[in-house]
């Protein structure tokens, strides 16, 4: 196992894919950092899952006592310096908090480390040697996982180290605690790894991966919604990927990390099985 | 204080890992040479984690296991070589002998004048020094591959050595129309030798010439810090292996036929380095071109 | 009796709508350099995907280095194989791809990944990226990955497509070397019958899933061999004549109007006029030898019908 996953480290720096996905994580990073606002990739379901529990703190600016019109006036340069004088907006505690983001780079690794292989027929010089399908399987799984887990991590310190650098401390959360965050997302993010990874081992060609990959968090959000809809049972947006990103960065309940931990880890089993299910029975072309 | 448990448990933990890693490695090596052993097989060894220093001792391994494939396999090829050699030294000694019997069969059974009777005689003689001279070579060999015979070391003109190989066959090339030219101008020179063997590499040299070759044969005697002796001719083989022909079961096709048994050039080397000299040859340009070098004195 | 290295019993491969294999048997025994002959779509990439694990087999079993079923796991490390076309990374160079596949054997020193290269005379082009590839570099590049690691076989799919004709007689050496020197076991698969007739020692010709022979090489040849054919529709009696009245016993029934006869001094007219008198019609006696692919014609033709 250490073999291929050495080989595939090896693989990955001379790949171009690998570069692009670090390329597109330092542009989001910057995207986030120059305009001192978040993006995300996802719906946007700030409005959408109810919030019982907790208190959020809500920002103070002078964005309070703008009309719409005239915040809609302002020049980028305006804009940055009145939020980074805000009080009680964490820049760096935000951009984790949309980590569902990190999805698309997500999808690079995937393509680079599992379906790249299975499309061009490489896997079937690794089968047909000493290596079993079984330990080809889990390998890579792992492998996947642990390059998402370290690209997490990456992410959140590029994040904080970049917003002390070119904006303020004033709206920068301690390093810490942005840890402690990341540290909790990390069965999440490796419930979003498993789903990738597991398509790749379904549909085993890159195109086909691809256009299932893209629009799949977006289709399952708006599945989800359908299915709160007609059900009328609302704590279910609760326990939706981008929302225990979400919340896991600001304060969860430890009955809420529980719950949420559950959803993942049931993501992750069913994901594997039918992955490992698909591969093992496959015919390698 | 936390800082410090902290540093402490990532660094035993990464020490842990470290030698569970060594300890995988080292088993799976011992589990894989086992294996190795049990079966004929190509197979070197694989390193289960990559890691340096095991990597460098599989390497090692590794090549004492292409070492010992590669002397499995010249053993096969020897052994195999070796069988050859016998059923054909086994043909090439009964072949005369068989032939001598019918001609000695045909004198007694048979009312044939004298005359003939002295021709046939003559025919069985021939057959017989063939013969002897076989089994003398084959012994001769087997000898040297004991390694118990020593050479007796005594004052030599080589010169008067070489010719006499040279008056031996001097009749045999003459009647191919060919002749043996030396070139070399001294008649003496003294080395610390043995005769016998030297007249044996002579001839042998000579005979495989005449043999083989096809055209005049040319020695060439150089004297420089070592003598040099070059036998040069043209030959009609269409490929010699340089190295392998002084290998004692070494014959190209076309002396197969002429029932070598590929003994005498070999005996030539193993002389020569037990004279404590080096035997090499050339062949280019249908010329082939063999050459002795002898410790002077 | 010889080591066995490969064997099949009754194995068969079923798709949904085609029977790929058909209760195949063959043997492949050590040193043996063994060619899979057939047209295309024939079977023989089927048998070489199975006995790897590429593929599942609906049927019968087969035996590597004599373990069968799971056991058989264990000793695919002594194989190594290309099957269809060569895969590889297009954006890493030759070099870069034998040491990828290097790293996930556990091979820890380098110069294999040189000596691979140089035996398929790649070496010139190692820091080439493979998209830049010709096709008969990509076959070359292949061969390097399935001969890397010191197997006892090798299993090659059509390995000379694309090579051009110093290549190929220098990878048929190239075979023969390993296979005396150092007890390599080759299967190599080819539609192209004159080229393995000339590296291989044994044969099997397969069509559409079935085994048409398993022959060695000595075998075929007097197949093919120079003889004299009798063409007649009573074949039985004929033969009987033969052998009775000539004392001809170097011969074979064709099929049922064919009889070749591969004793040298045969005179025609005689066996002719034989026959005749015996109330056998014979409609023609030709001297003739076959050439590989008309034998291999007529065993397909044999199939048929």
Known sequence: MINIIKADIYRLLRTKTFYIAIAVMLFMIFLSIYNVEVGCIGLNMNGAAPFPEQQTETMHSELENMSLDEIADLSL???????????????????????????????????????????????????????????YFFSKIIFSHICCV?????????????NRIFNSANISAELGLLLKITAMQIPAILALASILTGIAFIVKKTSIFNTIAIPFIMLAQLLLMGIVRISGVDNIMNYELQVIINRLAHDPTKEYIIKSYAVCAVIIIVTDIIGYICFKRSEIK | MVLCTIIFGAVSAILLFLLIMQKIET??????????????????????????TSAALINEINELLLEIQKIRSDHQKKSHALEQMMTNISHDLRTPLTSALGYI??????????????????????RLIRLEKLINSFFEFSMIISESKLPEISEINVIAVLEESVANYYDDYNSHNRQIIINCDRHKIMLRSNRNMLLRIFDNLLGNALKHGSGDLTVTVKMSENVQIGFSNLSNDKDIDTEQIFDEFYTTDISRTKGNTGLGLAIVKQFTEMLGGKVSAKFADGIFDLMIKLPAK | MREIVMQTTGLTKRYRDLTALDHADMTVYKKDIYGL???????????????????????GEFRLFGK???????????????????AFFGSMTAYQ??????????????????????????????NKKFRKFSLGMKQRLGIALAVMDNPDLVILDEPINGLDPIGISELRETFRKMSSERGVTFIISSHILSELYMVANRFLFIDKGKILKEITKEELDLECMRCHVVKTDDTKNAAVIIEKDLGITNYKVIDSGEIRIYDENIRPDEINKLLVRNNVNVSGI???GISLEDYFKSLVGEERS
């Open chain 1, 77 to 135: 340069s305006e804009y940055r310096r009145i939020m980074l004088n805000a009080e009680n907006y964490e820049l760096d505690k935000n951009i984790i908090a949309e980590n569902i983001n990190l999805y698309y780079i997500f999808i690079f690794i995937a393509v680079a480390v599992i379906a790249s292989d299975l499309s061009s027929g490489c896997v079937k010089n690794t089968l047909s040697s000493s290596i079993g399908r079984n330990k």
């Open chain 1, 150 to 162: 370290v690209i997490l991590f990456a992410n959140t310190f590029l994040s904080y180290f970049a």
């Open chain 2, 27 to 52: 088993k799976n090596i011992s589990k894989q040479l086992n294996e190795i052993k049990a079966h004929d097989t190509n197979l070197l060894i694989h390193s289960k984690t990559g890691e340096k």
């Open chain 2, 105 to 126: 069969r045909l004198i007694q059974n048979s009312d044939i004048p004298e005359e003939e009777k002295l021709l046939e005689l003559e025919i069985i003689e021939k």
């Open chain 3, 37 to 59: 002959i057939g047209r295309n779509g024939a079977g023989k990439t089927t048998i070489m995907k199975v006995i790897t694990g590429l593929t599942e087999s609906s049927g």
């Open chain 3, 68 to 86: 069968s079923g799971s056991d058989a796991d264990s000793e695919k490390k002594r194989i190594g194989c290309l099957i269809e076309n060569p």
């Open chain 3, 97 to 126: 791809n034998l040491k990828y596949y290097a790293l996930q054997k556990g091979i820890t020193d380098e110069k294999q990944i040189d000596k691979a290269l140089d035996l398929v005379d790649l070496t010139g082009v190692k």
């Open chain 3, 286 to 288: 030709y001297e003739t």
